[in-house]
Every structure is written in structure tokens, then in C-alpha cells.
Nanobody, 116 residues
Framework: QVQLAESGGGLVQPGGSLRLSCLAS????????MAWYRQAPGKLYELVAR????????YSDSVKGRFTISRDNTKKNEVYLQMNSLKPEDTAVYYC?????????WGQGTQVTVSS
């Protein structure tokens, strides 16, 4: 069993910053990749950023240059998403996703609201 605990969402003004965290626990023997997805009201899920076990990263075009995904280099079971220069269109529920030996696990989601 794998558990994902997300934290760091909230309300922020346009141009502000937030940092999301996701801690994986349980049967996490081989993590292939960790990622953040988001779902805005009325829209489909969108991959925001992903980091592989080797440290490779990829980002949605909409967040490139503003968001940074990183991982705890010691334990490798915690992933972060630093979000800068936030825009109202970044408002969504953000979900942590972990790929463990091809099986995908999801967190419960954390709300990010960007509004003045």
C-alpha cells in the first residue's frame, strides 16, 4: 500500500508564490517518477511537471519558467513544486502522482487559488 500526503496549497494573489509538497510512504521500493497534475474547474487533468528517478524533468508549456519540480535527494520519496509568478489561470486542484514499478498512485489533491 502506498500513501501520498500533499501539503502547501492555499490562496495567493497574482504574481505570488506557493510551494507544494508530497510525501510518499508505504511500499515505495522503486519509484520511477513523481509528478504533479492539476485539474481546473470544467477542464481535463493536465500534467504540470514530472521528475524521473534519474532527475530528468519535464514541464507543461504553460508553467515553464515559472514552476520548478524537485525531489528530496536523500530519501527520494518527497517531491516539491515551487510555483512562482502565479496567474489566475493556475487556479486548480493539484494532485501528486507517483509511478512505482509501473503502478500509478494519486494523492487526494490540494487546492491552489490565485485571486486578488
Amino acid at each position: 500500500q502506498v500513501q501520498l500526503a500533499e501539503s502547501g496549497g492555499g490562496l495567493v494573489q497574482p504574481g505570488g508564490s506557493l510551494r507544494l509538497s508530497c510525501l510518499a510512504s508505504g511500499s515505495i521500493f522503486s519509484i520511477n517518477a513523481m509528478a504533479w497534475y492539476r485539474q481546473a474547474p470544467g477542464k481535463l487533468y493536465e500534467l504540470v511537471a514530472r521528475i524521473t528517478s534519474g532527475g530528468g524533468t519535464n514541464y507543461s508549456d504553460s508553467v515553464k519558467g515559472r514552476f520548478t519540480i524537485s525531489r528530496d535527494n536523500t530519501k527520494k520519496n518527497e517531491v516539491y513544486l515551487q510555483m512562482n509568478s502565479l496567474k489566475p489561470e493556475d487556479t486548480a486542484v493539484y494532485y501528486c502522482n507517483v509511478d512505482i514499478s509501473g503502478q500509478h498512485y494519486w494523492g487526494q489533491g490540494t487546492q491552489v487559488t490565485v485571486s486578488s
